[in-house]
């Protein structure tokens, strides 16, 4: 392969970009795939939606006019039902959604690790293939200093073009800057070969949707007089129970979260359109996590936890003149798996071996191609919670989460009897059976497959040294 070329714009080169490109924005993971039209390759648009449960969508099940731009573009594609995230933390999943990869594998295991120089990711196969690549991130945590950005010539995390206080002036008025730096560089490489790559980070903690959002779903409660984040933590820590009007408060919240996002993903699409060009894009649209809303362990959250409202997240793909449209496909499918689809759809053969499969044949209607055992892992700080490790089938699941001392504890759900993981057995004879799947699994690199950072080692602390906050 050609050597890395990343050009990221941050620095000095931020000014460059004129007040347009910082108006407005959405928040939402998608990954579409948009067919294959004869003469060049296809496109690519892939956006991702931090903290995005599959549930909170129309096309999913919910119940509340959450998602209907998402919801329309699900009638055009294919919808996979339970789609497996392989972390609950936002850098580990996007590495394995870019790189075909369980963390364990590229080894970016936590979201305070980095993405590893060799890791081979998927703007870089492209970049070699002559794609115009950009991306535009919408949090910090998947800062350039985290090496996700390899293969990108554009590279906007964007606190590099407005302050948390700008944005959040800009949220009030419905404008988003990460919808809008989109659309302008949509507008301009409208006449190369593309790979875009859009990030929203809205339905993240604190959910804070603009005033309408907030008032379509969380009426005129004011909810808990304090800081929502720190009402969070001291929920879990110390494990209080809260009203029921609280919780429902929350979860209101954060469906606001989830229709502006949708918003700004019809406002993406929308120009795709505008520009002629969906119909040689490939699009797919999905998350990295969702987030847990107080269904388990007193939590609002998600880096701890391995349920299935952390761990199934959206995944839909469209490729135009494949498949049959507003087709569901019910089996368990990965995120690793977009990484090889992408690639096919796309007619690139993989430079290296992964670890996903692709998707393309169940696009077109085939059978026998889902996954048997879908795997995630989560490792936050050694000072905030141990490992958990899972294995998934489409009707089960067990998870494994260490103690402090190394001792695991095991819980085994039957999904068909019990899909709100409430009744956690241990020992049965299927539990059993995913014992030794999980426990061939994780063998060869063993419990921990790489250091797991403190929080002074952190990629995190490393951007805030270098920015001078901490010695």
Known sequence: MAGKRHLVAKGSKVRLFSAAVILSAAALIAVAIVGCGKGRKPNLLVITIDTLRADYLGCYGYDRPTSPRIDGFARDAVLFEKAFCQSPETLPSHASIFTGLYPRTHKAISHESVVAPEALTL?????????????????????????????????????????????????????????????????KNKNAKFFLWVHWFHPHRAYDPPPRYKQMFAGDYAGPAVDQNEFAMKVWQERIDIPPKDVAYMRGLYAGEVAFTDAQVGRVLDELAGLGLLDNTVVVITSDHGEILYEHEYYFGHDIALYDECTLVPLIVRIPGEGTPGRRVPGLVQSIDIFPTVLEALSIKPPRPVEGKTLVPLVEGKAGSTTAYGFAETFPFPEKCPPR????????????????????????????????????????????????VLSAWIAPGGLHPAPIPTATESGRWKILKSLGYVD
């Open 123 to 187: 703007a870089e196969v492209l970049k070699d293939s002559g794609y115009t690549t950009g991306a535009m991130i919408s949090s910090h945590v998947l800062d350039t200093k985290y090496g996700l950005n390899q293969g990108f010539d554009t590279y906007v995390p964007i606190h590099y073009l407005a302050s948390e206080r700008q944005r959040e002036e800009m949220l009030r008025r419905e404008q988003d800057p990460t919808t809008d730096m989109a659309i302008d560089w949509l507008r």
């Open 389 to 436: 490790h899972a294995v998934r089938t489409e009707n089960s699941k067990l998870i494994w989460r260490e103690d402090p001392s190394g001792e695991i504890a095991k819980f085994y759900y039957d999904l068909a009897s019990d899909p709100g993981e409430k009744a956690g057995l241990y020992p049965t004879p299927a539990a059993a059976s995913l014992d030794e």
